[in-house]
């Protein structure tokens, strides 16, 4: 039994948005992987309940006219996985998708939830801002466009003003075009696990396959929330691909980052984790695109 | 025969179909819900709770709270009472505590309507406390001066025995001796069953009638009537099918404050349902140990003095108390046999953590991680083979303990050393793996393990059993050892039938046992069920079998002694010559008009043994030296645990046994806060419990030598299984890397500071 006082179930944006409106404490819930759990634990007792989890209209992965991809936000991780647009195009998103949770939470976590409640050990938040995603978002008064950078704000915290809702995720075509990208997740087990350390590593090589023209690296749970190491990517970009290029982003993602520590996981720990899958991420990036070693 | 065929579990199709039904399926839905308002601080006095806001909650229909209670204190572990009041378990436990004595105790109840208005109600409950220092390390805890849990309890020392073999100090003076010296850490680890603890209450007929999920009704019964000051007969317990147990429920859990809460809303309905946040803090765990073990031996190997210090860390309350570490301490006397002296102190201490109980192998997997690593450094040391020096001290055959009079008949570790060996292909690669060098590495590694079965001569150990023949030959069969989904009544059923002589299918196993209908027993513990309940069941079988063959006799005019009953039929022993079914023999018996007869036995059965149970495991690893992770790539677990009554059974005991110990090994650890003493992981995702994607595949085998003490040949295998993974993961990482870790759970944050601090990062 979950204490809650109202559930609204949204029938279409429009009405999802005027809902939100007319309810303005109430709680949106899509897939409900976050919010049921903090209903469980008496987080959210007695609240009032705006549910979008209907809007199938939410859940396509399209192609904008001037190339972008457009993913719903209610895509769900195993169908972000399964998605033939994503296979296509940004296979990183679905790779980094099937690493969240175990089948159950995949089948219901959603990528625009999963950024919503600001966490910075969500599976595909570091892919999403490693590929620079432009976010829109709906409210009655229309539609505004954000970067995914500006968007968090801290832990727990992101740009939504009330009544506002995530509608789209957009990967600009420049962003994912000859880009390769590679996710890990170093957690304390193989499946049912949230990150200890999530890297999302993406690169452009030169038309020879021999230089680094541009490399992004993205990380959860190395700061308070997603974020890149752009002293790294400024120093790797223009290297020549090899073993140096390996050794250099190992040390060089040590000045961007600044891990905490926790009874989860002490600083220098994680730092550790942080450089050796940069090291091995950036590796098996310029592999997929397909540089020699 | 059917005893040795891996016959289908009698319950698996009402199992996997959903028709078993289990203590939530049953209660009606009428019941009041119970709530526990646990407390939020790890020591002091609750000073007030102002139930003024809780109340005025509609639906909420009454609160009790500590200073509501009686002051009838009551123990709570599952052992069988003791007449002895030297022996009885330590009465510790009120139904609510205005002295709390960990993060987590329970102070007060909301009885409502409903679980949400329940729980709005604890959470309305404002509670004032007095705040104490508190302690959680054992060893902190024995100084002077440290926060005391209990008065009758100096130091919050709960119990200290030692023994000594021979003269340690004397020994430890041969010249030439080499000392191998070490600490070793375990863990805090919770059952974590797949059905929490669970048990509704009523009164019927002027009775409190309990429905549990325990593994111990008779004994629930027993504890019930003593915290609720009821004539024990007065307390009716009832056992549906259960989510496992694993020793959690073998304690009274929730049952006596469950039916505390019946008495107190006049006898009605009331459910108390238990979420694994509370059944990680709330209910028992197991007994983290620190071991400090020094072993002198000889340049040659043989270990001629050894001695350990064990502190076992018994959490806020006494449950089971000093029996985990002491087992712990006859095994290393027994496992490895010194040739001067062997010398042992093991303390357990009362600490503000939750209280520790019974679980899986009761102290072996703690002191085996410690024993077997440091056997495996002192090969290291001596610069011998760490399988030779194991073979050159263990346990030989023929050895004879005094106080159990148990005797190792036969040569089963080295049996089950060999079997594992060959397939790891050990001693290959242990050489050629300490080798290696680069990032990432691979190791193998063993442990060995000793074992008793059942309690006997410790506690009581007896069996009763009630069979029953209906018209058509089959036989209904009651047992108090109850079926908690190790396949305990399938194992009965075949006894059973070989026993009586009727078809496997013909024996309907009564799984639910109910204290006012099935025969006394003290229930599932000790792996001690199919060897004790194997007696019971040779006895009563047998006199039923016999009253069916003088009831031939009267039909056919053969005496008796020339008759057997054989899958089904009466036959005529000397020629085979089959001459009556037995649903014929039966059916002709019941509806007699000259002579009618219900076939039935019951009876008890005393039983004065106790068996050894031995084995080994063997793992093969490999190490990410930069990513401080270990993959388990192989894993076999060689167990002598005498014939298997159902080898397929037997191999499913060994898969989650071996499968506990992966997590004993490798990611399991309740943590607390140590400013606050705040439990910090008590739930399924920061608790790393291991998943189907951490098992590499799991490999059971078995060397079968015939238990001479039993009559099915049978001894433990409940248990034994979670012995060996630990010790032997640690042993294959030291194989890979050179690296000893005398800590279990080795989880990458482990590996990362030992990796650090021998120059390997």
Known sequence: MYDFSALYEATSVQNAVELMQAHPSAVLIAGGSDVLIKMREGKLAGAELISIYKLDELREVTMDPDGALRIGPMTSFSHATNSPMLQKYMPVLGESADTAGGPQLRSIGTLGGTICTGVTSADTASTQVAYDAVLEITSVSGIRKLSIHDFYKGPGKVDLQPGELLTAILIPKESYENCFGYYIKYAMRNAMDIATIGCSVNVVLSPDRKTIRRMRIAYGVAGPVPMRARTAEAALNGMPVGEAAIAAIGEEVLKDVNPRTSWRASAEFRKQIISETARRGLKAAIERAGGVF | ?761
Not at chain 2, 517 to 528: L, V
């Open chain 2, 1 to 761: 025969m059917v005893v040795g065929k891996s016959v289908k579990r009698v319950d698996a199709f009402d199992k996997v179909t959903g028709r078993a039904r289990y203590t939530d399926d049953l209660v009606d839905k009428s019941a009041l819900i119970v709530k526990i308002c646990h407390s939020t601080i790890a020591h002091g006095m609750v000073k007030s709770i102002d139930k003024s806001e809780a109340e005025k909650i509609a639906g909420v229909v009454k609160i009790l709270t500590c200073f509501d209670v009686p002051d009838r204190p009551f123990p709570t572990a599952g052992h069988p009472w003791s007449t002895d009041p030297h022996h009885q378990d330590v009465a510790d436990r009120l139904l609510l505590n205005r002295h709390v004595r960990y993060y987590g105790d329970d102070i007060a109840v909301v009885i409502a309507e409903d679980e949400v208005t329940a729980e709005q109600g604890v959470r309305a409950l404002k509670v004032e406390y007095e705040e104490f220092s508190f302690v959680l390390d054992p060893q902190e805890a024995m100084k002077d001066g440290a926060p005391l849990l209990h008065e009758k309890f100096k130091n919050n020392i709960l119990a200290h025995t030692g023994y000594e073999v021979g003269n340690y100090e004397e020994a430890i003076l041969e010249p030439g001796l080499v000392k191998i010296e070490g600490w070793y850490d375990t863990p805090t680890v919770q059952h974590c069953h797949i059905e929490n603890h669970i048990c509704y209450a009523e009164e019927q007929s002027g009775k409190i009638v309990i429905v549990s999920s325990t593994q111990i009704p008779h004994i629930v019964r027993r504890i019930c009537g003593q915290a609720l000051g009821l004539p024990w007969g007065s307390v009716r317990l009832i056992k549906p099918y259960i989510g496992g147990g694993f020793g959690n429920k073998q304690d009274a859990l929730y049952e006596p404050l469950c039916g505390y809460c019946c008495q107190q809303v006049g006898g009605r309905l009331v459910k108390l349902d238990v979420s694994r946040e509370e059944t990680f803090v709330s209910n028992r765990v197991r007994h983290a140990i620190r071991y400090h073990i020094i072993t002198f031996a000889r340049p040659d190997g043989r270990f001629v003095a050894r001695r350990m210090e064990a502190f076992s860390n018994q959490g806020a309350y006494a449950s089971h108390g000093h029996g985990i570490v002491a087992k712990g301490a006859s095994a290393f006397k027994q496992i490895y046999v010194d040739d001067k002296a062997t010398k042992v102190d093991a303390y357990t201490i009362f600490t503000n953590t939750p209280a520790s109980g019974a679980m899986r192998a009761y102290g072996i997997p703690q002191v085996s991680f410690a024993i077997e690593s440091n056997v495996e450094d002192a090969a290291e040391i001596l610069g011998i083979d760490s399988l030779k020096l194991r073979q050159m001290n263990m346990m030989p055959v023929g050895y004879k303990d005094d106080f159990t009079k148990n005797i190792n008949y036969f040569d089963s570790l080295n049996q089950c050393i060999a079997k594992g060996k060959a397939y790891i292909d050990y001693e290959r690669k242990h050489a050629e793996y300490a080798k290696q060098t680069g990032p990432i590495r691979r190791g193998v590694g063993m442990a060995i393990f000793w074992y008793n079965t059942a309690v006997w001569p410790i506690s009581l150990e007896a069996s009763s059993c009630r069979m029953v023949m209906n018209q058509d030959g089959s036989v209904q069969f009651e047992i108090a050892e109850t079926e908690i989904g190790q396949g305990a009544d399938t194992a009965f059923a075949q006894m059973v039938a070989d026993t009586v002589g009727v078809p496997f299918e013909k024996v309907h196993v009564m799984s639910t046992q109910d204290t006012d209908i099935t025969p006394f027993g003290t229930g599932a513990y000790a792996s001690r069920q199919t060897y004790v309940a194997g007696f019971a069941i040779h006895q009563i079988g047998t006199q039923l079998k016999n009253k069916v063959l003088n009831y031939a006799s009267y039909l056919t005019g053969k005496p008796a002694d020339v008759l057997d009953l054989v899958d089904g039929i009466v036959i005529d022993k000397s020629t085979k010559e089959p001459l009556m079914p037995i649903d014929e023999l039966a059916t002709t018996a019941l509806y007699s008009l000259d002579q009618a007869e219900q076939f039935s036995a019951e009876g008890t059965t005393q039983i004065k043994s106790n068996a050894y149970s031995f084995g080994c495991g063997f793992v093969e690893v490999e190490v990410d030296i930069p990513m401080c992770k270990v993959t388990l790539l192989k894993m076999i677990n060689v167990h002598d645990c005498g014939r298997l009554i159902n080898p397929q059974l037997a191999e499913a005991q060994v898969h989650g046994g071996m499968s506990m110990a992966i997590g004993y090994g490798m990611g399991e650890q309740l943590l607390f806060d140590p400013k606050t003493g705040k439990p910090l992981n008590n739930n399924l995702l920061d608790y790393k419990l291991c998943t189907m994607m951490d098992h590499p595949d799991l490999k059971a085998e078995f060397v079968e030598n015939f238990e001479p003490t039993s009559p099915f040949g049978t001894k433990a295998l409940g248990e034994p299984p979670t012995c060996p993974g630990a010790p032997a993961i640690r042993n294959a990482i030291f194989n890979a890397t050179g690296v000893s870790i005398n800590q279990t759970p080795m989880t990458p944050h482990v590996l990362f500071a030992r990796f650090k601090e021998d120059g390997l990062l």
